[in-house]
């Protein structure tokens, strides 16, 4: 009824250097607009006047620089506003990067070194705000007509493309605040897996993979290369998470660190990276606004990211329902493997999988309801070292008629045959 929807529209003025931090409701999507000044969502203006639909369970702030009037329609879990933010270091941050960025520039391009932009990474605990600072850097760069370049390192819950894969993509316009990043040119390679732990190997050669590919296409690219690169990573920062993240500060050649919130790993990578004079490693207080999540909200979040992929984030994609026979595709696993028994090996000798070899996988009722990335490999050989075009859904396995029924973004051929399986599984609400 039309009476009950504008009781719920109110007013909040902003202050200055203010933010209002808002979560959505749990069962009805939020209508919002900039009703006077000027004011961002993590680093993207928004339009004046111009009502923007925010989806259930959505967790964000609009914050103002100079001041501003926000008009709310529907109804919040939260929504206050706040006055001591970190977005004065943060855009400070932002400035040093731009500097570099034209610099960079400025510089002959056959000169590799001055001609490459920063290498920024973001790193902390979980629930940091390490995506949050990660768009907002890129959404500042993009408005100064950078394209900077995000990689995301988070398999558990990546912002470009599902969960499972490490992935990057240019990004050429402030990210938009519902949409989040376009995924037309992604490139992607599948990890199978939303923990490191499952094989701590197989995720190095895949970080040292996407990296090698990206160093190609800067080195063709004055234009990217100047303009750097934003890594997100994980929020696993002890023991082998933190291995993993000097792996990736080494691989990546990263030279400014970005720390959120942790004063340890902050002088632990300050430490471990003393002799390379070219690395900042930078200090940056979390911001009080960023959300806690617990393992099922993450659980949660992650079956979003698949459905989204399919489905689209407002329901306006059709996937299409194929089936193939057994003897089109062929499905590989990496890493495991049958061991050799104990009792096959020298006296001592412990029997010890290969983490990176690929493995041929019978096509059963296992695979049901498991997420498959389809490889642009040509022979199982490029397995490892190719990106995903994409992913399909295993919906049905008939054995008796030998045929697969699976969900994928469209119809038609799938553009490789070869297909990797991982353990990552989706149960399709
Ligand atoms: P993880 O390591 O688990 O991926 P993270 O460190 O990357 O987490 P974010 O994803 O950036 O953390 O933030 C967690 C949640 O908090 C997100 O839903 C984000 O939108 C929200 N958030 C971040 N900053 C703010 C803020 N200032 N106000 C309101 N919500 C915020």
Known sequence: PSGATASTIKQVKLERESELRIEVGNDAP???RLLNGTAEIFGTELPPQIWLNFPPTLKFAVFSWYGATIELDGSTETDYTADETPMVNYVNVHAVLEGRRSRAKASSPDDPESSQGPRVIVVGATDSGKSTLSRMLLSWAAKQGWKPTYVDLDIGQGSITIPACIAATPIEMPIDPV?????????????????PSNNVELYKV?????????????????????AGMVINTMGWIEGVGYDLLLHAIRTFKANVILVLGQEKLWSMLKDALKTEPKVDVVKLQKSGGV?????????????????????????????????????DLCVYRVGGGPQAPRSALP????????PTRVVPVNINRDLLH????????????????????????????????????????????LPSKYLIVGSLTWLET
């Open 291 to 327: 959300v806690l999540r617990n393992t099922k909200v993450r659980q949660r979040a992650r079956s979003f990211r698949i459905r989204e992929y399919f489905y689209g984030l407002a329901n306006d994609l059709s996937p299409h329902s194929n089936i193939a026979n057994f003897s």
């Open 347 to 354: 006296i001592g000798a412990e029997p010890a999988a290969d």
């Open 370 to 413: 498991l997420v498959l990335a389809v490889s642009f490999a040509t022979e199982p050989d490029e397995i490892i070292s190719s990106n995903v075009a994409g992913f399909i859904f295993v919906t049905d396995v008939d054995i008796q008629r030998k045929k697969i029924t699976y969900l994928a973004p469209s119809a038609g051929d």
């Open 30 to 32: 939020l209508r919002l």
């Open 206 to 226: 895949l970080v040292k993979e996407l990296a090698g590919m990206l160093e190609r296409q800067f080195s063709g690219n004055a234009e990217s290369r100047a």
């Open 179 to 195: 949409e989040g990043i376009p995924l037309e040119i992604p490139l992607v390679y599948y990890y199978g897996h939303t923990t």
